[in-house]
């Protein structure tokens, strides 16, 4: 497994733009496909991205495509999301999560790893 901190969050004006830091510690962090999932008071949680141990594929919510881009590093064991155009609906508690195997998947249930979460609040 691999232990996972998000940073990045914060409050920001309908339309601006954050990037989301997620660092990981372990040697193995490359074997994992890694994604971003959010969840908003009184909600479920929710798939937002997810990227596989390459960095070659990516998918995206519906709600976010095009918005959002998620990419990662290897060589410094980090994923990235960044968020432009934000809305007020994006407002969540944002978790990064690692499933040990090379591929995407977009249910939270098949990740291993997750982190605390960083809190995005979107002003109107």
């Known amino acids: 497994q691999v232990q996972l901190v998000e940073s990045g969050g914060g409050l920001v004006q309908a339309g601006g733009s954050l990037r989301l830091s997620c660092a990981a510690s372990?040697?193995?962090?490359?074997?994992?496909?890694m994604g971003w999932f959010r969840q908003a008071p009184g909600k479920e949680r929710e798939f937002v991205a997810a990227?596989?141990?390459?960095?070659?594929?990516?998918d995206y919510a519906d709600t976010v495509k095009g918005r959002f881009t998620i990419s990662r590093d290897n060589a410094k064991n980090a994923v990235y999301l960044q968020m432009n155009s934000l809305k007020p609906e994006d407002t969540a508690v944002y978790s990064c999560?690692?499933?040990?195997?090379?591929?995407?998947?977009?249910?939270?249930?098949?990740?291993?790893?997750w982190g605390q979460g960083t809190q995005v609040t979107v002003s109107s």
């Open positions: 372990g040697r193995t962090f490359s074997y994992h496909a």
């Open positions: 990227i596989n141990w390459s960095g070659g594929s990516t």
């Open positions: 999560a690692a499933r040990y195997a090379p591929d995407i998947r977009i249910r939270d249930y098949e990740y291993n790893s």
